[in-house]
T-cell receptor, first 111, second 114 residues
Framework: AQSVAQPEDQVNVAEGNPLTVKCTYSVSGNPYLFWYVQYPNRGLQFLLK??????LVKGSYGFEAEFNKSQTSFHLKKPSALVSDSALYFCAVRDLGDMRFGAGTRLTVKP | DGGITQSPKYLFRKEGQNVTLSCEQN?????MYWYRQDPGQGLRLIYYSQIVNDFQKGDIAEGYSVSREKKESFPLTVTSAQKNPTAFYLCASSGTFNSNQPQHFGDGTRLSIL
């Protein structure tokens, strides 16, 4: 069975600095990997996905993620954080239809 | 605009009462899902449906029931057997169950005990 881990409950960065939100996964086959963002009292919004191809995936709002097969990681990154990026971020892995979500990482960007 | 509509946004349940959460989608998606979100635990799958008139239990189905009589609708009933129903409930859909496309989410229903 597949699983996904987000090792940090909380990430704090200063506005304008680069940010990284970490994700590692475990699957038996080739994974479909996703990042979502959640604002308070809202549903999850899709940011980006990796299916196949280039290891660096670009998504919405300037976010990108790097797929690393040898390290089984799919870290979310952004070169310059905004205060409005403060939210809860979820990594997810899909294998044979079944979708598994990480526990979430709360990102706080301070002015 | 296509999307998923969940209602109500807030719901209160009395002791021994069943309550039903509504989920409607106009994305023409075959697959629909119900998740429960608790603080610090991420999303846990309650039930999913791959197609109309079919549904399967997820990881935490006990105390919940669903139906899928129409493609657009996937209501969730929280029964009195669910002893700890206080949570944020999210409905989602995807084109097909095995799709490599992302799931689309509604804005959730927050259920509390009176």
């Amino acid at each position: 069975a597949q699983s996904v881990a987000q090792p940090e409950d909380q990430v704090n960065v200063a506005e304008g600095n680069p940010l990284t939100v970490k994700c590692t996964y475990s699957v038996s086959g080739n994974p479909y990997l996703f990042w979502y963002v959640q604002y308070p009292n809202r549903g999850l919004q899709f940011l980006l996905k990796y299916i196949t191809g280039d290891n660096l995936v670009k998504g919405s709002y300037g976010f990108e993620a790097e797929f690393n097969k040898s390290q089984t990681s799919f870290h979310l990154k952004k070169p310059s954080a905004l205060v409005s990026d403060s939210a809860l971020y979820f990594c997810a892995v899909r294998d044979l239809g079944d979708m598994r979500f990480g526990a979430g990482t709360r990102l706080t960007v301070k002015p | 605009d296509g999307g998923i509509t969940q209602s109500p946004k807030y719901l209160f349940r009395k002791e021994g009462q069943n309550v039903t959460l509504s989920c409607e989608q106009n994305l023409n998606h075959d697959a629909m899902y119900w998740y429960r979100q608790d603080p610090g635990q991420g999303l846990r799958l309650i039930y999913y449906s791959q197609i109309v008139n079919d549904f399967q239990k997820g990881d935490i189905a006990e105390g919940y029931s669903v139906s899928r009589e129409k493609k657009e609708s996937f209501p969730l009933t929280v029964t009195s057997a669910q002893k700890n129903p206080t949570a944020f409930y999210l409905c989602a859909s995807s084109g097909t169950f095995n799709s490599n496309q992302p799931q689309h989410f509604g804005d959730g229903t927050r259920l509390s005990i009176l």
